[in-house]
Structure formats: structure tokens, C-alpha cells
């Protein structure tokens, strides 16, 4: 730096430069006539030499380092230089505060004035720009991992079942793929080695874990709980409650749904309000299996829906599954207009209709084909489809998507509809009206987002986001979010929880009907199924599944090879439909709703009185419980796998949203969403507030 005018010498005067990191200090410091470099460190100071100041030999001061010395020197014209001291290099000098400073130590008279100029630190090399941003990033990690280890871990609790039944062992835990005997219940021999390899967690003790077969099914990555991750909270950080016991009312009257949904899976959406065998599930529902999950009393809207904020409003099917984009510059009938049904996927389209599989076929409504599936045996690929595609018309059109889907593509799809949809009135273009595609956006962004909030009065007036708060950022964030949370939600079903699966339970029910085995049933559903709202659909009066109680699967393998609880699909849902509505305006309206006609070949209207009450937040929520809920129609999950897992994504993704925070060099950004239970948050610089409004 350049000193162009000292104060007046006095000992209680001191103009320095002054390097500081902590409490340890180094500076070039005049004082009473006196210029010195001085150390102070680890409590202790050092004079390292001193020169009678001159005013035009010492104009320019520099304290540099090199290879573990530290230099104080000065100069008259800022070329040539003075060697005055050196030092070793005594505290960390990668990540310091500067200080050019003239101050007065007391009372003193007229100390005169300071100038300085030409301050530079014309040292600082390419090389050490890059260590700073590396240790910059580690700090930031640093920081990060400290914040997810200050948040508390969850103790993590089952129901007990695996000790609750000792006359039956096991007989209310996951054994898909392990042995059984004659009437499918567990062997436990063959379930004590799960155990055993879950309690050592020794992958040696994977590969021992007896199977029904040899050739039988393999279990479905038992050990991705034991992972860790780098970012988001850690695969055994949050719980679930534990599930509904085997022999409790409420798994009753939850299998009471599944049957019905069974007995409806062919059964158009449209039709609920008018079939009589709906309106017999509404009052089985609400007579025989009140304690189902869902709400009561049930009605025509509410049938099979989900109970979160905006899964009762408008038609059950989201718009996010229903309609395409708008696009002027596409062909009329190929994703010129919302109803075409295309997502726009850049230059490419996605379809939202799918090939149903066929109607009225269902699986494992065989004692001999269902016992064979619990030991293992691998029905894949044996269903039939519809020979045309449609729209999701019903359970077994939704069933099918969540049969062969990857969780992910339901959410990819929303987000690009809300990417890429146009201004105008998000059904068919309007001339004039209707904007650019993925230009005039028709969805706003989050009012967090530091480029594009809501409105225009506060955007950017130079930028656009894109790697990040922009397009990129949340495709990258949603497939980052959904592995976290499908490890966290896999720790829940081996580690943890271990619940039997709805097929596994019809089996019991099954044998205990017949009279083949007692077991320690709740009498709700015995009931309903021998001579109750059930009882005509089922059994030897059966008109749709004569001869048998085993619940109908929608697929002929059954329930995948992994416990029940908490669902990988609810759990990935909650957690992507997390990051979507952190990156969109959830009030945002939807228009123009649809739903698909009674053949599943056309959107049609929906004109509903709730029709104007449809937001974004709404349908994502919906979404979510959509596919959730699609495998419970499946027969492969239960209504409390959805209740539960759905808040339990969406806390992985919160914590993930909430370390990622950390790093934006963004001013003011911030991220905005409400939550399952209503309450809205935002998460900034790694915190987690509630707004009040």
C-alpha cells in the first residue's frame, strides 16, 4: 500500500498495515517516528525490526509470503524494495483480513491525518485464487455436514408383529421370496437369516439369507439403508410410525379399501357417481371399514383419494397426468393444443396416454399360483394390454403406470409442463394470446427464485437462471432428491419395519375363510367377506372372484420383493413434489381442468363446481397421492404406506433443500413451499423458518 501522508509521531499514534487471522496477528506499523514489523501469536508478541521512519523511502509498505517466509518490506516508488524483517509462516495465512488503519491509543492533541493509496495485493497469483475457492468449498461441505449432524436423529420403532404371534411365527412380517411352508406362512429358519444379515449388516450375510428356491425371486437391495450419502440427511435420520399391527382393526379395515379398490379397478372415474357397485363401496367404506385412512364420511369425491391439501378438489386425476403443452407451432392434433395430450420434451414430445393392461384380467386369484409367488416364483412379463392407448381412466390405467414407471417420470413430466407451457389459457391457442413456449412462461416461478419471482417488478435486469433456479437445476435437484429418499424410505422397510404386504395378508385371510388356519384376523373383514358388502364379489357367492378371498393383484408377479412400509413410490412423490413446488408458485391457478371421457380416448371438460378452486400446489399434491395411491389399487401397498410415506419424502427433501441453501452466491434467494400439513416455510443460508402470514 501506499502511505502518501503520516499522521504526527507520537507514542500513542499508530498507522499500520495489519494481516489478522483470529487472534494471531502480523502488521507494518509506524509509531512515534518509529516504522517496525511486528508478530503477535498464541498470546505472545515479537518485534521483528525497526527503521527511523523516512516519508519518502517508506511511501510504499508491503508484507508478502513466499514458500513459508514471510516479508516486510518498503519502498519509495513501489519497484524497488527494502527488505526491513522476516518471519516464518506461525498461523494459517491462506484465509485472512487485511487492515490499513491510522487510530490514536489515548488523548492526543491535534494527531493529524492519514492518507493511503493505492492499496493491491498485486501477490495474489492464479494459484491462489484456486486454493482459496478450494478450501471456500470445503468449507462450505464443512458447514454443511455440521448442519445435517446438529439435526437429531429419529429412534426408529416397529409394531413388534415379528414377536407378537408366537404360535405364528412371522406370520405378520414381509416373507415374499423367503421360504414357507404348505399354507404360506413364513419358514423361520428362512426369515432368521434376513434377520440376522440385517442385525450384522455384513454383505457376506446377504449372500446366506435362504431363499424359497433356488431360482426364486431375488430381494430388492436389502442394504440400500445401510448407505450413506454426501448431501441431504442421512438414510437412517427421519422415521415412520409403526405400522398398523396384523391383528388391529385399522390394517382391516385398510384391507377393506384394497378389496373394493379391486373389485373397482375397471370402473371409469366418471362413473363413480352413478355405478352401484361404487355406491356400495361408499357404504361399506363408511359402515364396515371406517378406520380405513382415508376420509369419513367417504362420498362420490372423495372415493379412493388421498387426504392431503387439493387431492379432493376437482377430478382424481392430476392435470400433471392428463393434459400436454400448448404449442403454437405444433400440428393441430399432435401437441398444438393441452388436450393432444404431448409434454413438450424440448423438440421431442412424451404422450401421457398408455397402453392399460387388459380389462377384467387379474392375478394370483389361485391358492396353488399365489403360493408359488410367495416362494419366489417370477411371474413378470405375463400380463396383456389393451391393444389402444388412453388416457388414465381408472385404477388399472393408473395401476399401469406405476407398474413399469421408475418413480421419477411422473415428476420429470410436471416439470417440464410447468417449464414449458406458454402464456395463455393452458388448453388451446389463442390467436392472438398464446406466448413463446419455455419463453413466456404461463407458470411463475417461486417467489424465492433471485431471477424470475412472480410478477416483474423484481426481476433480474441482467440475468436468467439456468444451472442455478433455473430449468437445469431442478431436473438435476429432482433426480438428486428422489435416490435419497428412496434409500432413506428402503432403511424403513428392511430396517425397520418389515410389514407384510396386502398379498401376503389375503393369503392369511384366505386360509382363515376356508378354514385351512386360524389366525388373529380383526372380525371386520371376515365379516364383510362372508356375508357382508364383500361378500358378493368374493368367495363361493362370488360373481367377480368366485371360490377365493386372496386380494386380486393388478400384476402377475404380485408385490415386488420388498416389505411394504413406508412405500417407495409415496416416499419418492413426497419428496419430488417437495422440490417442485419449491421451484414454482404454488397459487398459481390451474385453468381449462380435464379429465379423461368414459373410454379413456379423449380429455374432456371438467366443470365440476370446484373447477375454479385447482392450483398448481393443489395438483402437484395431487400427484403425488396419485401415484402413491395407483399401487395401492394395484393391490400392492397399503392406504397408511401412502398416509405416512408422502410427509416423509417430503422431509428428505426439505433437508436436502436446506443444505443446498448453503452454497448460492445469489443475493436474497431463498426457497418457498407448503407443506403436506399446511404450513408454509422457506429455507435460506441453511435455515428452516416459518412464514407467518
Do not use: C
Amino acid at each position: 500500500m501506499e502511505l502518501v501522508h503520516a499522521p504526527q509521531h507520537h507514542p500513542l499514534v499508530e498507522t499500520h498495515l495489519l494481516v489478522v487471522n483470529g487472534s494471531d496477528y502480523t502488521k507494518l506499523a509506524l509509531i512515534d517516528g518509529v516504522l517496525g514489523a511486528y508478530r503477535w501469536v498464541s498470546g505472545a508478541g515479537t518485534t521483528l525490526g525497526t527503521v527511523p521512519y523516512d516519508a519518502a523511502l517508506h511511501r510504499w509498505l508491503r508484507i508478502r509470503e513466499a514458500n513459508g517466509t514471510v516479508f516486510y518490506e518498503m519502498s519509495p516508488d513501489g519497484a524497488s524494495w527494502t527488505l526491513l524483517a522476516t518471519s516464518d509462516d506461525l498461523f494459517d495465512l491462506s484465509a485472512v483480513f487485511l487492515q490499513i488503519r491510522a487510530s490514536t491509543y489515548g488523548a492526543v492533541a491535534s494527531p493529524g491525518l492519514a492518507v493511503f493509496d493505492n492499496f493491491n495485493v498485486q501477490g495474489t497469483s492464479l494459484a491462489r485464487r484456486v486454493e482459496e475457492r478450494r478450501r471456500s468449498a470445503r468449507d462450505v461441505r464443512v458447514e454443511a455436514a455440521e448442519l445435517a449432524a446438529a439435526r437429531p436423529h429419529d429412534e426408529h420403532v416397529n409394531n413388534n408383529d415379528e414377536v407378537n404371534y408366537a404360535g405364528r411365527p412371522f406370520i405378520g412380517s414381509y416373507s415374499k421370496s423367503l421360504g414357507h411352508d404348505e399354507l404360506g406362512d413364513p419358514d423361520p429358519a428362512s426369515y432368521a437369516t434376513l434377520l440376522r444379515a440385517l442385525q450384522s449388516e455384513d454383505p457376506a450375510d446377504f449372500e446366506e439369507i435362504i431363499l424359497g428356491s433356488p431360482t426364486a425371486k431375488k430381494l430388492t437391495n436389502p442394504q440400500a439403508g445401510l448407505a450413506f450419502d454426501v448431501e441431504g440427511p442421512d438414510a437412517q435420520e427421519r422415521t415412520i410410525p409403526p405400522a398398523p399391527r396384523f391383528d388391529s382393526e385399522q390394517t382391516a379395515h385398510e384391507m377393506g379399501e384394497l378389496y373394493w379398490m379391486a373389485v373397482l379397478r375397471d370402473l371409469p372415474f366418471v362413473y363413480y357417481g352413478s355405478d352401484g357397485t361404487a355406491t356400495a363401496a361408499i357404504t361399506s367404506l363408511n359402515g364396515e371399514f371406517p378406520r380405513f385412512g382415508g376420509t369419513v364420511p367417504v362420498t362420490v369425491q372423495n372415493l379412493f383419494r388421498g387426504i392431503y391439501p387439493g387431492e379432493q378438489v376437482g377430478p382424481y386425476v392430476s392435470q400433471f397426468l392428463l393434459k400436454g403443452n400448448v404449442d403454437p407451432r405444433k400440428p393441430a392434433g399432435q401437441g398444438r393444443d393441452a388436450t393432444d395430450g404431448f409434454i413438450s420434451y424440448g423438440s421431442r414430445v412424451i404422450d401421457q396416454r398408455l397402453f392399460p393392461a387388459t380389462s377384467g384380467v387379474d392375478h394370483l386369484t389361485s391358492f396353488a399360483t399365489w403360493l408359488d409367488v410367495q416362494n419366489g416364483a417370477d411371474r413378470r412379463g405375463m400380463e396383456t394390454f389393451d391393444t389402444t392407448s388412453r388416457f388414465i381412466l381408472n385404477l388399472r390405467a393408473g395401476a399401469t403406470f406405476v407398474h413399469f414407471d421408475q418413480v421419477l417420470d411422473a415428476f420429470y413430466n410436471a416439470a417440464w409442463i410447468l417449464m414449458s407451457e406458454p402464456t395463455g389459457n393452458q388448453l388451446a391457442v389463442l390467436t392472438p394470446g398464446t406466448g413463446r413456449p419455455q419463453v413466456d412462461l404461463e407458470f411463475p416461478k417461486n417467489a424465492g427464485n433471485p431471477y424470475d419471482p412472480p410478477g416483474t417488478a423484481t426481476d433480474s435486469r441482467t440475468q436468467v437462471g439456468f444451472a442455478t433456479f433455473g430449468p437445469t437445476h431442478l431436473l438435476q435437484a429432482l433426480a438428486e432428491v428422489m435416490g435419497r429418499a428412496l434409500r432413506a424410505v428402503w432403511w424403513q422397510k428392511w430396517g425397520v419395519h418389515r410389514r407384510l404386504r396386502p398379498e401376503e395378508y389375503g393369503g392369511r385371510v384366505h386360509n382363515h375363510v376356508t378354514g385351512a388356519r386360524s389366525y388373529p384376523l380383526h372380525t371386520s373383514i371376515v365379516t364383510s367377506l362372508q356375508s357382508g358388502g364383500l361378500a358378493p364379489h368374493f368367495g363361493q357367492a362370488g360373481e367377480q372372484f368366485p371360490g377365493t378371498y386372496l386380494l386380486p393383484q393388478a400384476y402377475p408377479e404380485g408385490a415386488p420383493t420388498h416389505p411394504a412400509y413406508g412405500a417407495g413410490h409415496a416416499t419418492g412423490s413426497g419428496a419430488m413434489v417437495t422440490l417442485l413446488k419449491a421451484f414454482f408458485d404454488e397459487s398459481a391457478p390451474i385453468e381449462n381442468p380435464v379429465q379423461s371421457d368414459v373410454t379413456g380416448n379423449a380429455l374432456v371438460a371438467y366443470t365440476g363446481a370446484d373447477a375454479g378452486q385447482m392450483t398448481v400446489g393443489g395438483e402437484l399434491n395431487k400427484l403425488a397421492g396419485n401415484i402413491a395411491i395407483f399401487r395401492n389399487a394395484a393391490g400392492v401397498h397399503w392406504r397408511s404406506d401412502y398416509t405416512e410415506s408422502l410427509p416423509f419424502g417430503e422431509a428428505i427433501a426439505i433437508g436436502l433443500l436446506q443444505e443446498m441453501s448453503l452454497g448460492f452466491n445469489e443475493d436474497d434467494a431463498y426457497f418457498q413451499l407448503t407443506k403436506f400439513d399446511g404450513q408454509t416455510i422457506r429455507i435460506f443460508d441453511g435455515k428452516v423458518v416459518p412464514v407467518v402470514s
